[in-house]
């Protein structure tokens, strides 16, 4: 073990106790708590670490986690906001860490967050709709699929029907479980482009049972 990595794993050494609350110490790794200005890029090119711009970064292991992952969204995610959409799909499904911090917030935010600009989505949200990890907020695994199929921003119809799809059998949902819900909610954002997403998956998707 080199020094660089024997100093990041004493610093990273206690994880993230998501029943208590997030950790305090950060999930983030900052380029200033490493021993030399090389040491970032070389974490990151033997893939330890996963960068979020050039002096911020997270540990590959952590994003390899749900409870990992959402200690890093914490990080990220201004207080009293939600996560939503694409980055609520990353915490609850993983791969690669989303363009944008997307959020649920009355409040707007111009600033990037390390590198990267959030996206505020600003509606009202029953609380049944959202999951708390700690200090985190973050829409459920079904809320986060309809939002996905309804939101005309979140990328092209298939690569978003890959991601919905992923998410669904990950969480053991079904189309059906989404049209239900988007049923129920008549005035929800882009409902029409959802319900008409659902409804063709239905013809494809493997039943797994109608998990709400």
Known sequence: MTETQQHLSMRTSSKPTVDHGLSKKSALIFAHDLPGPMSMKRLCDLGILIPLEGTTAFLNSDA???YGRASIAACVVPTGAAACTLLATWIWS???FPKTIDI???????????????RVYNRNIPPDHLRRMGKLLVTSPIRTACDLACDNDSGDSQELLLVISDLLHRQH?????????????SRWPGHAKGVKMFTEMKLDFDTLGNHV
């Not at 917030?105 to 990267?116: D, M, T």
Request: hydrophobic residues 35%.
């Open 173 to 185: 949902l079904t189309p059906s479980a989404c049209l239900a819900l988007l049923s129920s909610n």
């Open 64 to 66: 390899e986690t749900l």
């Open 94 to 96: 993983g791969g690669s």
């Open 104 to 118: 649920i917030s009355r409040s707007h935010y111009r600033a990037p967050v390390h590198g990267h600009l959030i």
